[in-house]
């Protein structure tokens, strides 16, 4: 029951379980360094953070959730979000004066899985939202965040490079980076269906 109700919860997509992932395809991923941290909620208690960079459509939201269904299945609370929406949610709560609420609310998640977030733009609106939540959960609580490009990219995110640097400083204080160099599944299936397309 309790990890029925705690799935439901934390919104992680379906169906994504180390199991079902190819490391095969990852050749310079070491899986054990994720099996290691899937096995142990050590770092949830020490406030750790994971980081998953690599370029669009190489499994970081799968692995993410993985990691995910891992700690929930080991008695912990993770709650999986989009970049985007949470960034949506948080200016909301901040107009509404309610920032703070909100953050602490998050609070009650060990881990805060936050997918995609170089797809959070400074122009879209005021990103010092995210800049808080991380700032918030600095020692705190752990974040697992994946992110499509490296950190020299990010002045794209916040509102100007010094929040960009205390972000980025509080991230890897306490944190494991895995970068996973990989062909695209997407790019790779859509070869596979071209060429079996041309052998009829």
């Known amino acids: 029951m309790r990890l029925q109700r705690a799935l439901a919860e934390a919104q992680l997509p379906n169906g994504k379980s180390f199991s079902s992932f190819e490391f095969s395809h990852c050749p310079k991923l070491n899986p054990a360094v994720l099996m290691q ?40 609370r993770v709650k999986f979000s989009p970049a985007t929406i949470l960034v949506q949610q948080l200016q909301h709560a901040k107009l509404q004066l309610q920032l703070p609420t909100a953050l602490t609310k998050l609070d009650r998640f ?3 899985i936050i997918d995609d ?27 697992l965040i994946t992110a499509n490009q490296p950190f020299s990219a990010w002045d794209a995110i916040f509102s100007d490079s010094m929040m960009t640097v205390a972000a980025v400083d509080r991230l890897v204080h306490h944190a494991l980076i895995l970068e996973i160099q990989a062909e695209s599944f997407r790019k790779q299936s859509a070869v596979v269906r071209a060429k079996t397309k041309s052998h009829h």
């Open 117 to 143: 977030v170089g797809y959070v733009k400074k122009s879209e609106a005021e990103t010092s939202v995210l800049f808080e939540l991380i700032a918030h959960r600095y020692e705190r609580r752990s974040l």
């Open 37 to 76: 941290l899937a096995q142990d909620t050590n770092w949830l208690e020490r406030s750790e953070n994971l980081l998953l960079f690599g370029a669009s459509g190489v499994g970081k939201t799968h692995l993410a959730a993985a990691m995910g269904r891992a700690m929930i299945e080991l008695g912990k």
């Open 110 to 112: 060990d881990l805060l």
